[in-house]
């Protein structure tokens, strides 16, 4: 992104090496990659944001069976999503005041750069390109820059604008906390049909879950633990226990399937920040 926002020119090789990796990690196991999108730091928003939203279009690409071609097409292009923010004005791009109708105008205005300069670019498909220039258009005809609606937008550009919101709210930055994965989920739920084709939606949550590998969660208002992986039941992910909140006693990491049983269920999910741990850390354990 440096380089774009200096003239030259995307270096397709060096993303096409990265993609390739991340699309055999996600045709190995999904669930575990996804975790990635629990990484990020408010300073390097763009940037992370590109991350995870490469990620998790390979990861939903995956899930609704799309082929391994598709797969790494998504991937490329949630990585170059945003190249068009290199063109923006760091003062309204990392404004962390409300922007003016003006500055948003210029704002909206990194859609059409990125479609334009991923256009020039060698190695660069439709695919690819539908995620960058579609992931704002929405299912009513609301969105930008083209003001499309239902079927007028592809079906990765659909998908494309389910993820990218996804993203966004579950971020932290500069000027909001993100909010809990579980609870964006619900408030997305709420924009089916306006915002979102609502059949695609629902494959979404079914490929990340409620509770998305990575997140904090408290079981029976005692034991505090990081989902590990979803199956069938949203609700019943395998989980990782870590500790015992009412005497504060680190537990072994211990993985358990809550379908499988009865004695834990999960009650809430908590604040990575508030308990001050960081979930990655136990996913690699296991």
Known sequence: MSDVKLGQQVKMKEVTSIVNDMSESVLDNHNALLGLSRIR????????????????????????????????DVGVGGFL????????????????DKLTDEEFVIMRRHVVDS???LEKTPGINQNALD???????????????NGWKGDEISEIG????????YDALTADRCYHKGQDPSIVLKRMLSWAGSHFNPQLLQEFIQCVGIYPPATLVMLNKKYLAVVYENGKNLLMPKVIIIL??????????KLID?????????????SDQQ????????LDMV
Not at 81 to 96: A, C, R, S, V, Y
Not at 158 to 165: G, H, P
């Open 41 to 72: 730091h408010w300073d390097a928003y763009t940037f992370e944001h590109s991350v995870n939203i490469g990620v998790l279009m390979m990861s939903f690409a995956k899930s609704r069976g799309m082929s391994e071609k598709v797969i790494h």
């Open 81 to 96: 999503h945003d190249i068009g923010k290199t063109l923006t004005p760091d003062e309204i791009l990392n404004k962390p």
């Open 115 to 117: 479609r334009i300069i």
């Open 131 to 145: 995620v960058a220039a579609l992931h704002h258009e929405k299912y009513d005809g609301s969105g930008y820059p």
């Open 158 to 165: 659909q998908m494309s604008a389910i993820v990218d919101v």
């Open 244 to 253: 015992n909140t009412r005497t504060h006693e680190t537990i072994e990491p």
């Open 258 to 270: 809550l379908s499988r049983q009865d004695k834990y269920k999960i009650t809430s999910s908590e």
């Open 275 to 282: 308990w001050n741990v960081d979930p990655q850390k136990y």
